[in-house]
């Protein structure tokens, strides 16, 4: 019985054909669905810069909105300004702690997704940036800033000496994170178009490593 036992821990629980479900065909087309998402996705946020409106109407932004908000909790301790700033802060460290973990496991695709997010993220806070005067942006709490004596970036950029600059650093963070969006869907489908051509035996998740062959698509092989 003992015998039998070990002969079936040591059995294979799945058998998967390399040439069946888990192929480039299936992979790539999977792959360029979310990124046809991500670039309609793109083309919107883009084309409504320093719009508060709809970036705030985007379930992005409540996905982001925890982030932000326990920034301003995790950075308290250091003082007055990083309380401010640790909001924005946080909300931009977390996709790219997430791109340095999947880059850590040759997870190109999955850490070209998460640039594209850590680029939303910029215009997310793009609005923010821009209102640090006006302060008619509707706050969490359903108030503008003018009601709730200002907000973070109003006290961010006034303790820089930056506050006549609020417009433009606005427009900066908002073509910026275009632009990285627009970067990382490239990057996205250059690995994808990369991984189709690798030919039979590559497997979701394993970065862009070939089964048997060890290749990989030239230009992301780790040193």
Known sequence: M???HRALLRKPVVSIDPGSADTPDVI???????LTLLAWWTVGFAVHPLNGEYVGA???HLINLPFHEAGHILFSPFGTFMTAFGGSLMQLLIP??????FVRREDW?????????AGQNLIDLAPYIADARALQLVLLGGRTGAEVEGHDWEAILRSLGWLRHDRTLGYAAHWLGALTMVGAIGVAIWITVGLRDQGPGIRAGQGNRAQGSGLRPQGWARQ
């Open 2 to 4: 003992e015998g039998e």
């Open 96 to 101: 790219v702690v997430c791109v340095v973990s």
């Open 58 to 60: 985007s379930f992005l």
């Open 109 to 117: 695709f999955a850490a070209a997704v998460c640039g594209w997010w």
């Open 28 to 34: 790539p087309a999977s792959r360029f669905l979310l």
